[in-house]
């Protein structure tokens, strides 16, 4: 059983800024990716940014120089610090971890998803 507890969404004004948190538990044990997605009221799920254990990035084109992805891989905690938000970054954030557990026929890979945490940007 895993778990991803994902935090710091809320309510913010243009411009301002937020850090989401996201903390896997359980047997993992070995997480090679995390990431954020989004998914906005009638539109799909997209890729925010993402980080692997090496701790190469990649970021969506819509929030490069805006948002940093970092994690703590001794905590498995990814973290999103999102600044200069602008309203069309209103959306359920995500969090996704590509992990590896140990099962009787040895390591297997798995996609993990969290619950969501609602971000929303005010004019």
């Known amino acids: 059983q895993v778990q991803l507890v994902e935090s710091g969404g809320g309510l913010v004004q243009a411009g301002g800024s937020l850090r989401l948190s996201c903390a896997a538990s359980?047997?993992?044990?070995?997480?090679?990716?995390m990431g954020w997605y989004r998914q906005a009221p009638g539109k799909q799920r997209e890729l925010v940014a993402a980080i692997t254990s090496g701790g190469s990035t990649n970021y969506a084109d819509s929030v490069k120089g805006r948002f940093t992805i970092s994690r703590d891989n001794a905590k498995n905690t990814v973290y999103l610090q999102m600044n200069s938000l602008k309203v069309e970054d209103t959306a359920v954030y995500y969090c996704?971890?590509?992990?590896?557990?140990?099962?009787?026929?040895?390591?297997?890979?798995?996609?993990?998803w969290g619950q969501g945490t609602p971000v929303t940007v005010s004019s």
């Open positions: 359980g047997r993992i044990f070995r997480i090679n990716a």
């Open positions: 996704n971890a590509d992990y590896e557990t140990v099962t009787g026929l040895g390591l297997r890979s798995y996609d993990y």
